[in-house]
Nanobody
Framework: QVQLVESGGGAVQVGGSLRLACAAS????????MGWFRQAPGKEREGVAG????????FYADSVKGRFIISQVHAQNTMTLQMNDLKAEDTGMYYC?????????????????????WGQGTQVTVSS
């Protein structure tokens, strides 16, 4: 059974930092592309960052470039999202997702429909 479990969310002030983690099980970690998505109330789910586990290639939404870093601890089947200099607009439910690597590419990694496995989410709230 494929399972993704997020952790690390919380409430922080603008300018603060958080590190999210996604623990994966039930599939071959190295064959997948992993993604972090977020969804704010009343808005569509959007891609934040993506990572090809096998190659280490990373992708970021323009809104988080230079502030967020996606990485993985392969031996632990764990993916992280280090979030720095948080802004109010970063507030939302953050989801970990996984898909087979060939189903996404440099221009499609951010599309939620391409990911078949999702965690339950962890809330991030950034306030002034």
């Amino acid at each position: 059974q494929v399972q993704l479990v997020e952790s690390g969310g919380g409430a922080v002030q603008v300018g603060g930092s958080l590190r999210l983690a996604c623990a994966a099980s039930g599939f071959t970690f190295g064959d997948n592309c992993m993604g972090w998505f977020r969804q704010a109330p009343g808005k569509e789910r959007e891609g934040v960052a993506g990572l090809y586990i096998g190659s280490g290639s990373t992708f970021y939404a323009d809104s988080v470039k230079g502030r967020f870093i996606i990485s993985q601890v392969h031996a632990q089947n764990t993916m992280t999202l280090q979030m720095n200099d948080l802004k109010a607009e970063d507030t939302g439910m953050y989801y970990c997702a996984a898909t087979f690597w060939s189903r996404v590419g440099p221009t499609t990694w951010h599309e939620p429909a391409r990911y078949g496995y999702w965690g339950q989410g962890t809330q991030v709230t950034v306030s002034s």
